[in-house]
């Protein structure tokens, strides 16, 4: 099993940045990528940004609304994820959700989730 836990959510203003971190725990070995998702009321849950978990670097997924806003990095060795987002707009207030896959980096099906850290952007 592994076990995630996110921090870093909260209020900002339109134009403004936050930086959420994930921090993995337990079978972390099992780990092959994580990824960031998001669900704003009445949408679906959608992959925001992930990153594969290795040791010579990680390939990288972003959905295009978020590229050249959002930068998804890793600190293998603190098993620790982070989502840095700057340039917010209103339609990335959501509930965000870290995860993690033991087999893919691009897809809806990740083994393990967080709780969830809510990011709220205000206009």
């Not at 998001?38 to 849950?45: F, L, V």
């Not at 707009?89 to 896959?101: L, Q, V």
Request: proline letters at 2%.
């Amino acid at each position: 099993q592994v076990q995630l836990v996110e921090s870093g959510g909260g209020l900002v203003q339109t134009g403004g940045s936050l930086r959420l971190s994930c921090a993995a725990s337990g079978r972390t070995s099992s780990i092959y990528a994580m990824g960031w998702f998001r669900q704003a009321p009445g949408k679906e849950r959608e992959l925001v940004a992930a990153v594969t978990i290795t040791w010579s670097g990680g390939t990288t997924y972003y959905t295009d609304s978020v590229k050249g806003r959002f930068t998804i990095s890793r600190d293998k060795a603190k098993n620790t994820v982070y989502l840095q987002m700057d340039i917010l707009k209103p339609e990335d207030t959501a509930i965000y959700f870290c995860a993690a896959s033991q087999r893919q980096l691009v897809s809806t099906a990740y083994d393990y989730w967080g709780q969830g850290t809510q990011v709220t952007v205000s206009s």
